[in-house]
């Protein structure tokens, strides 16, 4: 069997063949049979998703502190979190750039 894609399906098809780790064939063969490829996990996005849920959890540890005592918490314990976040935004800055 032949089938043909304008120039512009084909770079759909291949973008979302390679998005789903698959040859361009498999993907064709499996969606034409009703299969539906899910992109693969980029453990890099993964591991950005872990770190800033750890930060959001210490700023949320950080609020609920200061709400039930009335006191902000110490300096020492935001600049901290601070710190995590500016390296968690360093490196993600400087993946971006290498790339």
Known sequence: MLVRFT?????LVRFRARSCKRTMARYVRETTLGSVPHTRHN????????????IGNNVNQLAHEAN??????????????????????????????SA
């Open 43 to 54: 453990h890099e996005i993964d591991s950005v998703l872990y770190h800033l849920s750890r």
């Open 7 to 11: 120039p512009s399906e084909f770079e």
């Open 68 to 97: 039930a005592t009335d006191r902000f918490p110490t300096e020492e314990r935001l600049n901290a979190v601070l710190a995590e976040l500016r390296a968690l935004i360093g490196q993600l800055a400087g993946k971006g750039t």
